[in-house]
């Protein structure tokens, strides 16, 4: 019998860099074999600044999850997110031979691809290309055109564009440190594939996906990711914000946050106060609950403006009755589901990695989203279709830099 095959999930983010190692057991449910977190102080805004920093958190984080999994690993799926995505919204169109009147895989392939041309900078390439509908002749809104007869061909898709030094810059880290990339996955996809149910996939939802040095937004309707964007504000800004605002030195501020932080304090928690070390030799400084809520609200209501933008910017607000869903390490702040809710003006829900064989609670926090996400999306696109790497293979068209995920987003319903 043949070993199932294992998936290195690979996150690295501004203040942590997470490994994930999973493996499907049996073929009937995903195991994860290992975890492993190191703190990252080489990426500013989600792109590489230090290399030799980078490197390092990237070895420290594999070499936890090697050991708690017991396996080596040799190639990873990296996460790419980032201020320097752009999204666009394309449509692409070709003619069926006359002797050609069924849809087939090819047909598919090559509308996709013509969604795909776009002008675009030398320094700037094509990350993704999200199906979002396709019509066939005079029959719109079609998820899956395969075996439907038809003259023309169309597609409305969803482009994301990045700039090319900063993956590059990326793969160099994981080459640096004895690895080779076997594919790459847009960080709000993994993060929504851990997070999402179908059901609120095809009714309409954004995914806010809060990290350390911006914030994703994926808009999901019909199944299909009809809109990302990137908001560069993080977690590391609020504790930022509160190292200055309430002079403390940055590791005491972080602290302070994860484990006081709060959004919109009750009133009766005011006058409360929390001794913490300063920078007189650690001497204790009594910092008032009041003000350090007021630093995190004023943040986080910046924040969630800035998502609200977006969401109307995409012209897709009136199509999430399932409101929003948050996850990332920035999300666990008290009382941010709340506000969240009355800042968006949408119902707003907790969003965490689902219960997996191997995974125990602790690991189910909403910073691990990402790492488990990418595990998950790999394994998918492996069952459907067979994974094409998305490093090694550019030459071959964006339909092989997306592989089995890009079909999968096509067909859903087609596994």
């Not at 076997?182 to 999402?196: E, F, I, T």
């Not at 350090?292 to 897709?316: C, D, K, W």
């Amino acid at each position: 019998m043949s070993r199932s095959p294992t998936f290195v999930g690979l996150d690295v983010g501004t203040t942590k860099t997470c490994a994930v190692i999973g493996q499907e057991y049996r073929g009937a449910q995903f195991h994860i074999l290992g975890v492993g977190t190191a703190p990252s102080y080489g990426l500013k805004g989600g792109q590489v600044v230090d290399v030799v920093l980078t490197v390092k958190a990237i070895d420290e984080a594999i070499y936890r999850a090697e050991k708690a999994a017991r396996v080596r690993a040799s190639q990873v799926i990296t996460g790419i997110a980032g201020g320097h995505l752009q999204s666009h919204s394309q449509r692409g169109e070709v003619h069926l031979p006359p002797n050609e009147r069924e849809v087939r895989e090819r047909h598919v392939g090559a509308v996709v691809r013509g969604a795909t041309l776009l002008s675009l900078s030398e320094d700037r390439e094509v990350v993704a290309v999200i199906p979002k509908t396709f019509a066939t002749d005079h029959l719109t809104d079609v998820l899956d055109p395969r075996g439907l007869t038809a003259r023309r061909l169309s597609v409305e898709a969803h482009v994301i564009t990045g700039a090319t030094n900063a993956m590059s810059n990326l793969e160099h880290c994981v080459d640096q440190a004895g690895l080779s990339t076997r594919g790459r996955v847009l960080q709000p996809l993994a993060s929504a594939r851990a997070c999402l149910t179908p059901e609120q996939r095809r009714e309409g939802v954004v995914l806010i996906d809060i990290g350390g040095g911006t914030t994703d937004v994926a808009l999901f309707v019909d199944d299909a990711c009809w809109h990302i964007a990137v908001v560069p504000i993080g977690g590391a800004l609020v504790t930022a914000d509160i190292a200055r605002g309430l002079r403390l030195p940055t590791k005491v501020a972080e602290a302070l946050k994860v484990e006081h932080g709060s959004v919109a304090l009750p009133p009766d928690d005011h006058e409360a106060t929390v001794a913490v070390p300063g920078f007189d030799h650690g001497a204790p400084v009594a910092v008032r609950r009041r003000d350090l809520s007021e630093v995190v609200t004023a943040r986080m209501e910046e924040l969630l403006h800035l998502v609200l933008h977006e969401i109307g910017r995409s012209g897709y607000y009136e199509m999430l009755p399932a409101g929003a869903v948050l996850t990332g390490g920035g999300s666990r702040l008290a009382g941010l589901r709340n506000f969240a809710s009355d800042v968006l003006d949408m119902p707003v829900t907790m969003g965490q990695p689902p219960a997996l064989w191997g995974l125990g609670e602790n690991l189910r926090a909403p910073e691990f989203s990402t790492g488990i996400g990418l595990v998950l999306t790999a394994a998918a696109a492996e069952e459907a279709d067979g994974w094409v790497s998305g490093a090694s293979r550019r030459n071959q068209g964006v339909l092989d830099r997306l592989g089995g995920w890009m079909r999968s987003v096509v067909s859903p319903s087609a596994r």
